[in-house]
């Protein structure tokens, strides 16, 4: 059950950092963990919450006051759905300029998972093709403009009424997931990302030319099982650090990476989004407008 209430203020450990936090992130990992899906030991009450934007109020390192900050929080540790959360100030990013906090929230873990997941753990190359899979989501939508950007050919599967905004994110060819067989629309990709797990998972391996390789997020702490022995299957680890927060801002700051569409609720509804996400069908992010 999530509730909304009052916790003291968090105080910060040696090389912790407060942040006053402006907006946070709704992520499919947050009803996960909620659910027990993800087998960590959580003490309660427990704060969800990934990642946000905000202003710091207590430095550490080269922060002071009144920097404005992006990051993304540890896990089990969590702690973003607050109005004030402490974090080592090693993973936490300066915030972009021109972006807002609500738009630097939707953005810093989607934007980490995408980045690890191509460039470090599938290793996408300019002339390959990749097949993202669930593509109007978050993680998704920053892959597709982040393989793009590379130079990849990418394809990509959303429902029909998202086609025209995942071609906008940079996709070269988007099919219709509720109407066509994927299997027997692609073939011969040299990666998959996926982020939509279950039995998707599994025939993804189908469109890989002998030699690819699939990275799947959606499918348990782990890689999940091959049917095939001649094709690599992968589970990104997405490690939290300043220098790939920074890239992260950099890529949405210099319009390489377009932001997400976003839906706001106020902190308080939380639980309102929660249900959003769980249906699974969201474009875009969900975005909790904390200050």
Same mark, same amino acid.
């Given at each position: 059950?999530?509730?909304?209430?009052?916790?003291?203020?968090?105080?910060?450990?040696?090389?912790?950092?407060?942040?006053?936090?402006?907006?946070?992130?709704?992520?499919?990992?947050?009803?996960?963990?909620? %659910?027990?899906?993800?087998? =960590?030991?959580?003490?309660?009450?427990?704060?969800?919450?990934? &990642?946000?934007?905000?202003?710091?109020? @207590?430095?550490?390192?080269?922060?002071?006051?009144?920097?404005?900050?992006?990051?993304?929080?540890?896990?089990?540790? @969590?702690?973003?759905?607050?109005?004030?959360?402490?974090?080592?100030?090693?993973?936490?990013?300066?915030?972009?300029?021109?972006?807002?906090?609500?738009?630097?929230?939707?953005?810093?873990?989607?934007?980490?998972?995408?980045?690890?997941?191509? @460039?470090?753990?599938? #290793?996408?190359?300019?002339?390959?093709?990749?097949?993202?899979?669930?593509?109007?989501?978050?993680?998704?939508?920053?892959?597709?403009?982040?393989? #793009?950007?590379?130079?990849?050919?990418?394809?990509?599967?959303?429902?029909?009424?998202?086609?025209?905004?995942?071609?906008?994110?940079?996709?070269?060819?988007?099919?219709?997931?509720?109407?066509?067989?994927?299997?027997?629309?692609?073939?011969?990709?040299?990666?998959?990302?996926?982020?939509?797990?279950?039995?998707?998972?599994?025939?993804?391996?189908?469109?890989?030319? +002998?030699?690819?390789?699939?990275?799947?997020?959606?499918?348990?702490?782990? =890689?999940? +099982?091959?049917?095939?022995?001649?094709?690599?299957?992968?589970?990104? #680890?997405?490690?939290?650090?300043?220098?790939?927060?920074?890239?992260?801002?950099?890529?949405?700051? &210099?319009?390489?990476?377009?932001?997400?569409?976003?839906? @706001?609720? +106020?902190? %308080? #509804?939380?639980?309102?989004?929660?249900?959003?996400?769980?249906?699974?069908?969201?474009?875009?992010?969900?975005?909790?407008?904390?200050?």
């Amino acid at each position: 059950m999530l509730e909304y209430g009052e916790l003291p203020d968090p105080a910060p450990a040696a090389g912790e950092v407060v942040v006053e936090v402006h907006a946070a992130s709704v992520n499919a990992a947050d009803w996960k963990m909620r %659910a027990g899906q993800y087998g =960590a030991s959580i003490t309660f009450p427990h704060v969800p919450g990934r &990642d946000f934007s905000g202003v710091i109020v @207590e430095g550490a390192g080269d922060f002071k006051p009144g920097d404005a900050v992006f990051g993304v929080c540890e896990v089990p540790r @969590e702690g973003a759905y607050a109005e004030r959360l402490a974090i080592r100030q090693a993973i936490v990013a300066r915030k972009p300029d021109k972006p807002s906090h609500v738009q630097c929230a939707a953005i810093a873990l989607a934007g980490l998972t995408a980045l690890i997941s191509l @460039e470090e753990t599938l #290793k996408l190359e300019r002339g390959e093709t990749i097949l993202v899979q669930g593509g109007a989501g978050g993680v998704a939508g920053f892959a597709i403009a982040l393989a #793009k950007h590379i130079g990849a050919r990418v394809i990509t599967t959303a429902s029909a009424a998202n086609h025209a905004y995942v071609r906008a994110l940079g996709a070269d060819e988007a099919i219709d997931y509720r109407a066509q067989d994927f299997t027997k629309a692609v073939s011969g990709c040299d990666a998959v990302f996926d982020t939509v797990g279950g039995e998707v998972t599994q025939r993804s391996f189908a469109v890989l030319r +002998p030699g690819g390789r699939l990275a799947s997020i959606a499918a348990g702490g782990a =890689a999940p +099982p091959s049917p095939r022995a001649d094709v690599t299957s992968l589970r990104p #680890k997405v490690d939290r650090d300043r220098p790939r927060l920074e890239r992260v801002g950099m890529l949405v700051a &210099d319009g390489i990476v377009p932001f997400p569409e976003i839906r @706001e609720y +106020p902190l %308080a #509804k939380a639980a309102d989004a929660h249900r959003v996400s769980e249906a699974r069908h969201l474009r875009g992010k969900l975005v909790l407008r904390v200050r």
